[in-house]
């Protein structure tokens, strides 16, 4: 068919050309993650020496910039479908306890509280509530006034005149 219409090359080069690029993605070396550090294909990279986590635009191929100590850049690219990328994503950013997150500190991104100095940490904790509230003031009154009210007669329903 080439031989006859020419431009019938550019689909089959098109072609081609993806198919290579699917192979190379395709054939990628393993990622593994483990407790202290991370392995892809030969190299092994400490959490310790991870200093910035960077998702890029791709989701699915997974494309994500590791800045390890030393400033080495590193890309990380995972051809899996979207959830063990997701997966994977998450377990980096898990893992990588030093490293900023998308440019945010590591405590900032999960939510957690700052890291404090000892006689800090101390003050706060003593500070701090010892239980999370669950209910508005209001709804917790409520709750206490029912308590009280069980306590005293045994039962929350009140006798109508009609009951008795």
Known sequence: MGLRWTPCWIAAAMFALSAVVLALVSFRPAIEIYDTHLVAGRLAIPWSDVQRVDQTGWTVPLAVSLTLAGGLHFMLLYPGDADSANSLLRHLRRFSREALLDGVPYREFWGEP?????????????????????????????????????????????????EE
């Open 114 to 162: 700052p890291a404090l100095n000892a006689n800090a940490q101390g003050k706060a904790s003593a500070e701090a509530p010892s239980r999370y509230p669950l209910l508005r003031p209001e709804d917790e009154e409520e709750v206490e006034r029912m308590f009280q009210r069980l306590k005293s007669v045994g039962r929350l329903e009140s006798k109508n005149s009609e």
